[in-house]
């Protein structure tokens, strides 16, 4: 029975990334979604992240006005969406030029100024040859010239630095809907009208069970592609991310084991700033089930590393679980979730500037070539096989 409401939890989150038209969400407030584990849970979130959806109508003579203060997070963006979820354009925390006055903490700016404010225009129209400075356009869909009737405008937060402050220690933005010409039609701060939250005790309880174990049928292959790689697919992803994305299947083993050279990452979690040398501002592997609801997660501060910097990742059920997946072990161990025979997994890479991302897999591309020791190799393998000879027990 709890899977059953997990799932019907599903479909009405898909029912709120709609529209404000058609969900009829109150126009006077902003941000009526938040993802929640138990509830909005759908198109493959970050557990890293929290999600704040805002319906809008491209209504032409029209525009978007949010304002807010920076976060103290790791990263923070907003993409804005056609109604398919296919990103149409975006922007981001270093590209958010402050108001007047205001320092930008991201972009080398002090992190204790007293004001640190910014101001983002969405506008329904087709971008320029030269963009305004901290706009975004969402006049046209992607794939030719098709006027857009209306989407959703998302923020995302990423590992704030007081985990217990999702939006990053500052009040939500506002979002004010005007004219071209400034005269406002309606403005206010964040809805009220998030779904209840359970605190994720469904999905805590689907992750802390078990299968019983079956005889796998085969060797079986898991074979990494890049997501998201053209203008008619999408599903709510980020223009930051680039996405390796794998099938796995239980037929194929109880456990699966990945393992890899970790990319560098600012942790801002320990004050740590971002910075040119940083390879990605944020990496992560997250278990999905094939519903896109999220299972589980593990971060690049969250996963343990050898002397080397190399990662391991194992994925399996907890009566699975091997002795030595432990992070003294330099091991991580995420739950597969009961609920799926087969399911999803993506690594994510984030605002990339080093060639072995997955941002520099292009269309043909060999992954393993282009990301050499950074490429996530993941294999199926046995519990026993784990613990007698770690990720090497589990080679071809």
């Known amino acids: 029975m709890r899977t059953i409401r997990l799932l019907g939890a599903a479909a009405i989150a898909v029912a709120v990334l709609v529209p404000v038209s058609q969900a009829g969400a109150d126009p006077t407030c902003g941000w009526a979604a938040k993802t929640e584990p138990d509830t909005v849970n759908v198109a493959y ?214 393992h890899a050279k970790a990319m560098r990452y600012p942790d801002t979690s320990r004050g740590i700033q971002p910075s040119p040398t940083d390879q990605v501002r944020y990496w992560s592997f997250c278990q999905n089930s094939n519903s896109t609801r999220v299972n589980s997660c593990t971060s690049d501060h969250e996963t343990a590393l050898d002397r080397k910097g190399y990662y391991t990742i194992v994925i399996s059920d907890p009566s699975q679980r091997p002795a030595n997946a432990v992070a003294s072990k330099g091991v991580t161990w995420i739950p597969w979730g009961v609920a799926d025979d087969s399911a999803t997994v993506i690594y994510r890479n984030m605002v990339a500037t080093f060639p072995h991302a997955v941002q520099s897999v292009s269309k043909g591309d060999d992954p393993v070539k282009v990301m050499g020791a950074y490429y996530p190799s993941a294999r199926y393998c046995t519990k026993a096989g784990f613990e007698h000879g770690g990720w090497r027990g589990c080679a071809e």
Not at 74 to 82: C, D, P
Not at 220 to 244: M, P, R, S, T
Request: charged share 15%.
């Open 45 to 258: 979130p970050d557990t890293n992240a929290t999600y704040w959806s805002h319906p809008y109508a491209a209504v032409p003579g029209t525009e978007l006005v949010v304002h807010g203060t920076y976060p103290r997070a790791r990263y923070f963006s907003f993409n804005v969406y056609q109604p398919s979820g296919v990103p149409i354009d975006s922007t981001y925390d270093v590209k958010i030029a402050p108001d007047k006055g205001s320092s930008n903490p991201y972009a080398g700016g002090s992190r204790t100024a007293h004001k640190q404010s910014y101001t983002v225009h969405v506008r329904f129209e087709a971008e320029p040859a030269t963009p305004a400075p901290n706009t975004i356009y969402a006049g046209n869909m992607k794939l030719g010239d098709v006027k857009n009737p209306g989407g959703l405008l998302m923020l995302r937060v990423y590992t704030p630095v007081d985990p217990t402050s999702p939006q990053g220690g500052v009040p939500l933005p506002t979002v004010t809907t005007q004219t071209t010409t400034g005269q406002v039609l309606t403005t206010g701060g964040a809805c009220s009208t998030d779904l209840p939250s359970t605190g994720g005790a469904g999905t805590t309880a689907l992750n802390g069970s078990s299968r019983p174990v079956e005889e796998p049928v085969g060797p079986g292959v898991i074979a990494w592609g890049k997501a998201f790689g053209n203008d008619a697919a999408g599903f709510f992803g980020n223009q930051q991310n680039a996405y390796l994305t794998a099938g796995i299947k239980r037929i194929y083993g109880p456990l699966v084991v990945i």
